[in-house]
């Protein structure tokens, strides 16, 4: 079972960065796509940005367009969430997940017990 592991979540203002990284062991996400999802209080977990780790193509939802960047390094075996422009509608817990699936304009994540997730790292932007 592939495990993965978030980091780089923290506290920032208004206009900020961070860069989030999703760290997987025993590795076979040539195969896979990873995706990146948070949950805000209150509101249900969304799936925000995801990558084909075969051939790097990347699919974003509408609120982090142009300020998210999704990319991987395969020797690594790590995805990353480079977040510019911060607001504060992007605070919540971010999770990464493999295998992730990108139908009709939205990103779905596995089914446990099915594929993995990571354990969550959590974002506060200050207005």
């Known amino acids: 079972e592939v495990q993965l592991v978030e980091s780089g979540g923290g506290l920032v203002q208004t206009g900020g960065s961070l860069r989030l990284s999703c760290a997987a062991s025993?590795?076979?996400?040539?195969?896979?796509?990873l995706g990146w999802f948070r949950q805000a209080p209150g509101a249900e977990r969304e799936g925000i940005a995801c990558?084909?780790?075969?051939?790097?193509?990347?699919y974003y939802t509408d609120s982090v367009k142009g300020r998210f960047t999704i990319s991987r390094d395969n020797a690594k075996k790590t995805v990353y969430l480079q977040m510019d422009s911060l607001k504060p509608e992007d605070s919540g817990v971010y999770y990464c997940?493999?295998?992730?699936?990108?139908?009709?304009?939205?990103?779905?994540?596995?089914?446990?017990?099915?594929?993995?997730w990571g354990q969550g790292t959590q974002v506060a932007v200050s207005s």
């Open positions: 025993a590795f076979a996400l040539e195969e896979y796509g």
């Open positions: 997940a493999a295998p992730v699936s990108y139908i009709s304009g939205m990103i779905y994540g596995p089914t446990p017990p099915f594929g993995s």
């Open positions: 990558i084909s780790i075969p051939d790097g193509t990347t």
